[in-house]
């Protein structure tokens, strides 16, 4: 089995900064993707960023040039980096990786999700 665990968020004014740590652990053979996903209230899961085992990063167009995402291989660790949070950013956030458990056997897992609300 694989297990999650995300940590970071919290509560902030607009203007301000967080970020967020997802681990993975367990039965783990290599990791190919690891994204951040987040729901609002109302709305569907979006993405927000994701970052290949290569390095390749993706942004959501509204997180752009705001947020970071970067990936600590030796560790199995993913974190983003938001800065010049905006209220539209409140959501719960989920860590989400693609992985192989041994060659040839592909899985994804979900963290748990952290709240990040941005209010003054």
């Known amino acids: 089995q694989v297990q999650l665990v995300e940590s970071g968020g919290g509560l902030v004014q607009p203007g301000g900064s967080l970020r967020l740590s997802c681990s993975a652990s367990?039965?783990?053979?290599?990791?190919?993707?690891m994204n951040w996903y987040r729901q609002a209230p109302g709305k569907d899961r979006e993405s927000v960023a994701s970052v290949t085992s290569g390095g390749t990063k993706d942004y959501a167009d509204s997180v752009k040039g705001r947020f970071t995402i970067s990936r600590d291989n030796a560790k199995n660790t993913v974190y983003l980096q938001m800065n010049n949070l905006k209220p539209e950013d409140s959501a719960v956030y989920y860590c989400?990786?693609?992985?192989?458990?041994?060659?040839?056997?592909?899985?994804?897992?979900w963290g748990q999700g952290t709240q990040v609300t941005v209010s003054s």
């Open positions: 989400n990786v693609r992985l192989l458990k041994r060659p040839g056997q592909r899985d994804e897992y």
């Open positions: 367990g039965s783990i053979f290599s990791i190919n993707i």
